[in-house]
């Protein structure tokens, strides 16, 4: 599929698309994101969506690589949402039989200062985060979501010592700009 064929049906040029690279798509989860046959292939089916969706503006040249990009994009949100997930302050654990969803949020809540405190360091965190240059960014992002540097390596296809040198950078920027506030962990 190197041009689009006028009239030619989208569909069937998805297929084609589908049927050449799904199989290649569900090892690349396994192997990057180290998911389960189940989460890879709902994440290979979000990544042909998305794909479906930009079509259109698609003309047919390096399909492996527009595809490698949605499905590194499709892999890191998730990676992002598991991690929100993560650390989110209810657990289900955290509701007896006969809690609502509200009990529990009443009895993790903190104070509301300490709360709008957090959050405004937060915000400057995220604010100083968005300054990095790229690689940099996309490192501590990743980082601060709990992925190793050997997974921060394989999702950015850099290698390990890269990302160690983009860690500390990040870092050191980010202590320079934020000072205690920053509160980043040495490693």
Not at 42 to 50: G, P, S, V
Not at 145 to 174: F, P, Q
């Amino acid at each position: 599929m190197t041009t689009r064929e006028p009239g030619g049906d989208s569909s069937d040029r998805f297929e084609s698309v589908y049927r050449r690279h799904y199989a290649r798509m569900l090892r690349y989860f396994h192997q990057v994101f180290r998911v389960s046959e189940s989460d890879a292939k709902e994440l290979t089916q979000d990544a042909f969506i998305r794909f479906y969706k930009k079509m259109d503006a698609y003309d047919g040249q390096a399909e492996w690589a527009l595809l490698e990009e949605i499905a590194r994009n499709v892999g890191l949100n998730r990676v992002r949402s598991v991690t929100t997930i993560k650390r989110g302050s209810i657990r289900p654990e955290s509701l007896d039989d006969g809690d609502s969803v509200k009990d529990a949020m009443d009895r993790t809540q903190k104070h509301p200062i300490d709360t709008m405190i957090k959050n405004e360091q937060l915000q400057r965190m995220y604010e100083a985060i968005s300054e990095l240059p790229d690689g940099q960014r996309q490192c501590i992002q990743l980082w601060l979501e709990d992925l190793s540097g050997e997974e921060i390596a394989l999702a950015l296809r850099i290698s390990a010592v890269a990302v160690k040198s983009r860690i500390r950078d990040a870092k050191r920027a980010l202590r320079e700009r934020l000072g205690d506030e920053g509160a980043l962990p040495e490693d």
